[in-house]
């Protein structure tokens, strides 16, 4: 499955705390996805970037804020996290030419 | 909002039966995808069919396009356990800038 990479696979964190999840792809991929998923649920798109600099806001509301400063890593952090950010969080990205989106395994974020 | 639904919800067959999963969409699109997760997992790309396509196959894959319908039907021949799954379709949202995902369907294989 991987050649895109997150970090932590699982994270327990108590309430207000700052979190970064980590997402690395080794491809060369312009284009890297957030999605959030809730068990059972469909993916919500929550940030995109079609390259360096390059950072939007998805069709679901988020908290959150990335960063694209180089090809292969695009960071999500939550600068306080609560009990409403547990949730899946999936990482993708897609190359010039290529079908589909390749996946991370995902981050499963439980805030206490 | 939601493009893509899969329906049924929830499908449990036995091993070597065929399993369908189906998807009807809203808008327009350039292609329809459909992807597996495993439990917990990250999604898996299965296969993509563009607008003028009606077929297509992969191995025990065989993915339908009705344009005219909005819908997609994915059918797995010959089912094996290491295919219970959920199955989720997707097109692109409407501003053109990700894919969007229905809620998916999950295929149960029982041997």
């Known amino acids: 499955e991987a050649d895109i990479y997150q970090t932590p696979r699982y994270l327990v964190i108590g309430t207000g705390k700052k979190i970064t999840l980590e997402c690395s792809q080794t491809?060369?991929?312009?284009?890297m996805y957030w999605y959030q998923q809730d068990p059972g649920m469909e993916l919500h798109l929550i940030h995109y970037?079609?390259?360096?600099?390059?950072?939007e806001k998805g069709d679901l509301s988020s908290e959150s804020t990335v960063s694209r400063i180089r090809t292969e890593h695009f960071p999500l952090t939550l600068e306080s996290a609560r009990p409403s950010h547990t949730s899946q969080y999936l990482c993708?990205?897609?190359?010039?030419?290529?079908?589909?989106?390749?996946f991370g395994s995902g981050t499963r974020l439980t805030v206490v | 909002s939601q493009q893509g639904e899969e329906d049924p919800q929830a499908l449990s067959i036995q091993e070597g039966e065929n399993a369908t999963m189906n998807c009807s969409y809203k808008t327009s699109i350039n292609n329809l995808q459909w992807y597996r997760q495993n439990s917990g997992r990250g999604l898996v790309h299965l296969i993509l069919?563009?607008?003028?396509?009606r077929e297509k196959h992969s191995g025990r894959l065989r993915v339908t396009l009705d344009t005219s319908k909005k819908s997609s039907s994915l059918l797995i021949t010959a089912s094996r356990a290491a295919d219970t799954a959920s199955y989720f379709c997707?097109?692109?949202?409407?501003?053109?800038?990700?894919?969007?995902f229905g809620k998916g369907t999950t295929l149960s294989v029982s041997s």
């Open positions: 069919i563009r607008s003028n396509e």
């Open positions: 491809m060369g991929h312009d284009k």
């Open positions: 997707a097109t692109g949202n409407q501003a053109g800038t990700a894919l969007i």
């Open positions: 993708a990205s897609i190359g010039q030419g290529r079908g589909g989106y390749t």
């Open positions: 970037s079609y390259g360096v600099n390059s950072t």
